[in-house]
């Protein structure tokens, strides 16, 4: 085991780019992780060429010139199936096709999922996180939007996994935008975070309440964004370049890729200056033009006032009217144009959090969720997710998970369990908290009895346990025999008396003992298959050994005692082994008991025609 708690990183995994993010342990302040040449925003762009994968900006200088080797925007197809693409394929150079409800992309004569491609961007970022900290970074907390569904943040969590890191929580982009602005103090506030991307826009309302966040509503358009404010200054000085120098470059690819980046830069500087100028050389004349603020403002007034429709339903669906809501945070580079601001502003009635660099601030908050999961604030716990699975014991003391770790409350969970002795009546249910394989290695939070089962063979009775954790985090677990009807319950507090610094240690021991738990508990479960199988020819040892010989009697009792033999040994697979041996064995003792409790039944009738027969 690690002497210390690994690091945890705070990722962003963007549309466009992602960043990565950790808590400088000496001011105690979120900071954003640079590459070697200074660069926070890592496109998010992966480049399939014939020498090798590119990620970044070396994959976005293909996107031009190699578009059908290039993936962008991957995120946009996270978890998603195929019916819910094609819209998107609209606007994507690259097929997919589906397999297995898997959606592949094909680029560059490769088929790759998109879990695997954003899971090479955030391997580059996990190698800049090591770079800087000079050791190796395993764990991230990873934000995504807050509309994505559970396959979406399945997707999200799969692609860490296939980047090496264990993804210890997945975070609402919103919230944590919020945490980062340390919006989680407040004791009771609604908040409202507008997010303006490249390509993206979305809003979000939430309700902050004694440091847990929930979603009231979200909404947003999913094609609108900073590159439709830079296209609609683009067509305005195409329609200048034909009036005044009679230039047509609508069938231009390389000058208007020139013009789209030089309207870009100059939306960028309008953001910070009134006016300003553009200069580009074509190869007949040179294009000269002055632009100012407010000529771009009246271009893009259109599409900021479409952003405050979504706002409006949103504050409808939550059930509230502008003023009621206690903060505005600012998300996305695109809340840099001051039109924006203004808009937000007169809105919603607040003037805006704008301190924090918006492009920066969700992997901000990511590394203060990190910082909070890793233990390093120690007094408060966010408790929308539950922190440890919680399950129940099985047969030979292992754990079978109901309610996995970080999964969102309310929730609840509906599991089958059966007997394992004969004639058992009364059942001992065991409910433990932990992220370990075997009960001793867990936390144990509750015992009861669910007694007056009727007496029935073992794997008979059909034990249905329900678990149910309420919005505060109260799990109440039912345990109802289906055959009798027979019922008991109990109610437990999971959280009662764990301190992060507990759960932090839990999920580390997990790890640290990963390997040697899996082992442990398949020699069990091993066990366990071998005592079953031991207990079934037993009883058909009693129940028929009339029908058969001495010799094959012989031979069965012999198969059972050499399972016996080495049922205490560690070999799994010596154990496996004669299991497999001793089913053989009693195969034809078992179809003989099998033909004769049908024979005595059904009375004279042979087997074989009643199974012949409609
Ligand atoms: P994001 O997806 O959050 O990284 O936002 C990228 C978008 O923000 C792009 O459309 C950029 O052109 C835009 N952007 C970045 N900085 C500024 C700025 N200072 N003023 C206006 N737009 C900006």
Redesign the pocket.
């Known amino acids: 085991m690690r002497g210390r708690l690994s690091r945890i990183v705070g990722i962003d995994l963007?549309?466009?780019?992602s960043l990565v993010a950790y808590i400088d342990e000496q001011t105690g302040l979120p900071r954003v992780i640079p590459d070697r040449d200074g660069h926070v925003?890592l496109p998010s762009v992966v480049s399939f060429t014939r020498e090798g994968v590119l990620v970044g900006d070396a994959a976005k200088r293909q996107l031009v010139r190699k578009p059908d080797t290039t993936v962008y925007s991957v995120k946009r197809f996270m978890g998603r199936g195929w019916d819910d693409v094609q819209e998107e394929l609209r606007y994507f150079p690259f097929s997919i096709k589906p397999e297995d409800g898997i959606i592949r992309l094909l680029v560059g004569g490769r088929e790759v999922t998109p879990p695997e491609v954003s899971a090479i961007v955030l391997r580059s970022l996990k190698e800049r996180a090591e770079a800087h900290f000079g050791e190796p970074i395993e764990r991230a907390v990873i934000t995504v939007p807050a509309y994505f569904n559970d396959s979406q943040r399945q997707a999200t969590k799969d692609a860490g996994r296939i980047a090496g890191l264990d993804v210890v929580r997945i975070v609402n982009e919103p919230t944590a935008a919020s945490l980062a602005y340390g919006l989680h103090e407040l004791h009771d506030g609604i908040i409202a975070v507008y997010d303006l991307?490249?390509g993206t826009f979305d809003i979000s309302i939430l309700r902050v309440k004694d440091g847990i966040f929930e979603v009231l509503a979200t909404n947003g358009n999913t094609h609108l964004?900073?590159?439709d404010?830079?296209r609609v200054l683009m067509d305005w000085l195409l329609d200048d370049l034909r009036a005044r120098h009679g230039a047509d470059l609508s069938g231009d690819h390389e000058a208007l890729q020139e013009l789209r980046l030089a309207s870009?830069a100059a939306?960028?500087r309008l953001?910070?200056v009134e006016r300003t100028a553009l200069t580009l050389p074509f190869a007949d004349f040179t294009y000269h033009r002055e632009t100012s603020r407010q000529e771009l403002e009246e271009l893009i007034e259109p599409l900021v006032q479409a952003t405050l429709a979504p706002c409006r339903m949103a504050l409808a669906d939550a059930g509230l009217a502008p003023g009621q809501l206690d903060e505005v945070v600012l998300v996305?580079?695109?809340t840099?144009?001051p039109l924006v601001r203004r808009r937000v502003q007169e809105l919603f009635g607040k003037v805006p959090h704008s301190r924090l660099n918006?492009?920066e601030v969700v992997a901000l908050g990511a590394a203060v969720q990190a910082h909070i999961l890793a233990g390093g604030i120690t007094n408060m716990l966010l408790l929308d997710v539950t922190p440890l699975s919680l399950g129940i014991e099985t047969l030979g003391g292992i754990v079978s998970v109901l309610i996995p770790r970080n999964t969102t409350i309310p929730t609840s969970a509906r599991e089958m369990f059966t007997t394992s002795v004969d004639g058992q009546t009364v059942v001992d249910m065991h409910v433990v908290q932990g992220e370990r394989e075997l009960v001793r290695d867990c936390r144990s939070l509750a015992r009861f009895e669910l007694r007056g089962i009727d007496p029935m063979p073992a794997g008979m009775p059909k034990i249905e346990v329900t678990f149910l954790i309420d919005a505060n985090g109260i799990l109440q677990v039912h345990a109802r025999e289906l055959r009798t009807g027979k019922a008991a319950s109990i109610e437990v507090k999971p959280t009662y008396g764990l301190e992060d610094a507990d759960v932090a240690r839990m999920v580390e021991e997990s790890f640290a003992y990963a390997e040697a738990d899996v082992s442990a508990r398949l020699l069990i479960e091993t066990r366990n298959e071998a005592d079953t199988v031991t207990t079934h020819v037993e009883r058909a040892l009693r129940q028929g050994a009339h029908l058969t010989g001495e010799d094959e009697l012989a031979r069965i009792r012999a198969a059972v005692d050499a399972l016996k033999q080495v049922r205490e040994s560690g070999d799994r697979d010596l154990i496996r082994e004669r299991t497999i041996a001793l089913n053989h064995a009693t195969e034809r003792l078992a179809e003989l008991l099998m033909d004769s409790t049908l024979k005595e039944a059904l009375g004279s009738k042979r087997v074989a025609e009643i199974l012949e027969s409609p």
């Open positions: 963007g549309t466009t780019n925003l991307g490249g964004g900073g590159d404010f830079d870009e939306k960028i953001s910070a996305g580079g695109s840099r144009v918006p492009d």
